[in-house]
């Protein structure tokens, strides 16, 4: 099989006929139970959790839930969250904790909701929050990028342990699409961003931003049960190492893992040498 460009997998993570949060749910759990509300102003259904098994082990699953046809699209807000989504979400996280549960994030949204009542209900401050509860947290969170990691819509659920990719999945600060119309003034460049945006799970890979790849085969779009069973593999490994950590040792290594990403290491240039007199 050729190699896929940026714009390919684009594409191929919007797919009509890909999986979405809740078909995986159904495949890799069992007994799931959905908890609803933030208990603060609604139920937002762009985002899905609850309790369920995986492998016998009691875990709390929350994900991003995009919707498959039209009205199920409208009815999920094609997946971007409100600020009471992301709060319900670390209420959930927070009673996992509670009762020592692992917890499961999936990933799959264009963004969080940019609408003006999203910002008046405090949007940038839910996602803040989670970011900062979730660093905290000390029980295992394992993150799976299903399809689309848009922004902050996405990171607010995506501070993990361990965190994987589908192949066929992006992790972007912004889509395409944003980007281009940034960059060059123009949404129709949209491809051209894509293959400098570094936004593959290869990219992401390499950068230490997620800590592996989950093959699909032929693609979630086509038969999801190669992808899938995967998945459930490396995750089995995965939780059972996990869990047999320490609370301390489990914080420790999220908080290094989490410094480390971006970090590089300056040459004895003038720029980085400081003087007495500059200061």
């Known amino acids: 099989m050729s190699e896929k460009t940026p714009w390919e997998i684009v594409k191929l993570a919007r797919h009509p006929k890909r999986i979405t ?9 069992t007994d799931f139970i959905e908890l609803k509300g933030d208990r603060l102003f609604r139920d937002d259904p762009s985002i899905i959790g609850g309790i369920a098994k995986f492998q016998t082990i ?28 992301y709060r319900k979400a670390i209420r959930l996280m927070k009673q996992a904790e509670k009762f020592n549960r692992p917890i499961i994030t999936i990933i799959d949204t264009p963004g969080a909701y940019p609408g003006i009542e999203a910002e008046e209900r405090g949007q940038a401050r839910a996602i803040a929050q989670n970011l900062f509860d979730m660093m905290a947290l000390s029980v295992p969170i394992i993150v ?13 659920i995506g501070v ?28 129709s460049k949209a491809e051209q961003a894509a293959k400098i945006m570094k936004l593959t799970a290869k990219d992401l890979l390499a950068f230490n931003i997620i ?16 992808g899938v069973n995967e998945l459930k593999s490396k995750m089995t490994k995965k939780l059972k190492k996990l869990q047999t950590l320490n609370k301390q040792t489990l914080l420790n290594q999220r908080y290094e893992k ?9 040459g004895d240039t003038h720029e980085s040498s400081t003087n007495q007199s500059d200061l």
């Open 58 to 85: 009691p875990v709390t699953v929350i994900a991003q839930e995009k919707g498959m046809h039209t009205e199920d699209k409208i009815k999920h807000n094609f997946g971007m969250p409100h600020p009471e989504g």
């Open 160 to 187: 993990g342990d361990y965190q994987v990719m589908f192949e066929n999945a992006i992790y972007s600060i912004l889509s395409p699409e944003g980007f281009a119309s940034i960059l060059y003034k123009d949404s």
């Open 211 to 226: 800590d592996d790849i989950i093959s699909e085969k032929e693609g979630l779009h086509e038969d999801p049960t190669f």
């Open 258 to 266: 989490f410094r480390k990403i971006g970090v590089f290491k300056e």
């Open 21 to 29: 949060s809740r078909t995986l749910i159904s495949l890799l759990f």
């Open 144 to 156: 799976v990028v299903l399809s689309e990691g848009g922004s902050g819509g996405a990171l607010a």
